[in-house]
């Protein structure tokens, strides 16, 4: 069974930088056609997805927040990490790390396995 388990601050202060790793057990991220993504969840609102890293490395990232947004991957770790820049409150959010079998980024069912996720506020 794949596991998936973030870590990182759970406060950031206004413009600095939101850095989430997730270690990913029992997977591989190299496995062909797999996508390994950050979605998140403010508080009242609905699922955002944040963007992902493909098994090829490719990086896919969600329009609005593309400009401020980079994920990495340390393959022997077996990690991804999520930077996203210039934080305002509306970062604020619980984070969490997915992996899917398709690049139908909105369809959240298409997400095999979830973290538990972790709450992230932007506060000074």
């Known amino acids: 069974q794949v596991q998936l388990q973030e870590s990182g601050p759970g406060l950031v202060k206004p413009s600095q930088t939101l850095s989430l790793t997730c270690t990913v057990s029992n997977g591989d991220f190299t496995t062909i056609y797999y996508y390994w993504s950050w979605i998140r969840q403010p508080p009242g609102k609905g699922l955002e997805w944040i963007g992902a890293?493909?098994?090829?490395?490719?990086?896919y990232y969600s329009p609005s927040l593309k400009n401020r947004t980079s994920i990495s991957r340390d393959t022997f770790k077996n990690q991804f990490t999520l930077h996203l820049r210039s934080v305002t409150p509306e970062d604020t959010a619980v984070y969490y790390c997915?992996?899917?079998?398709?690049?139908?980024?909105?369809?959240?069912?298409?997400?095999?396995?979830w973290s538990q996720g972790t709450q992230v506020t932007v506060s000074s």
């Open positions: 997915t992996r899917s079998y398709a690049t139908n980024w909105y369809t959240w069912e298409e997400y095999d396995y």
């Open positions: 890293i493909a098994y090829n490395g490719f990086t």
